[in-house]
C-alpha cells in the first residue's frame, strides 16, 4: 500500500512550490507529456503535464467554467457541483473521483481561479483545496491536500500551450497498481479529452 498521488481530475492550481525538480517523463504522446517528481517530506508525487492542443483562450476558459460536465472528461471523475460563484473567473466546486471497490470514492473542495489580466500573452490559473468549506460527505474520503497551477500560452492563433503541475495528497492508502494507473494514465487521459472537447 502506498500513498502517492492521483490525479482526481486535471484542474487546477496557488500553493505549489516551483523549485527544481528532478521530473521524470512517463509518458509522452499526440502532443500530451507527463513527469512524475518525488515530493520532499510527503508520501506522494507531484505530477506535471506540458501540452500543445489545438483550442482558444476562450474555448478552454468555457470548458474550465462548465464544472458540472467535467465527469465526462475528467478522468474516473463522477461528480461535479457548484458550492459559490464570485465570478465566471472565481469559484468554488466540489468534485468527487471514483476508484475501485473496495476503496472508498475521494472527494475535495477546490477554489478555482482563472487570471487573465496577463491577455493575450498568457493566463494562468490556479486551484487550492477547501477541505472545511463544506461538511465532509458520508462514504467519502475527504482530500485536503490539492494545489494546483496552469500557464497557457497561444503561440499560434489556434494554438494553445499548456504547463499544468499538480500536488495531491489522495489521504489514506491506495494501492501501489492503482497509485501507478493514476500517475501516468490519469493526467494523460484526462488531457487527451480535453483535447477533443477543445475541438468541439
Known sequence: MVKIIFLLFIILLPGISHSQR????EKNENGIKVYSSDVPNAAYK???VEAVLTGTYSKLIAILSDVPQFSKW???????S??????????IYHTETLLPWPMSNRDVVIHMQINTDSLPKFM???GTSMPKRIAKKSGLVRVTKYNAWWKVSMPTPRTLSIYYEVELDPAGSIPAWMANSFVSKGPFETFSNLAKKLKE
Open 124 to 126: 494562468t490559473i490556479t
Open 22 to 25: 528532478k521530473w521524470k517523463l
Open 46 to 48: 507531484a505530477v506535471k
Open 74 to 80: 475528467i478522468y474516473h471523475s463522477k461528480a461535479n
Open 82 to 91: 457548484l458550492v459559490q460563484v464570485s465570478s465566471p473567473h472565481d469559484y
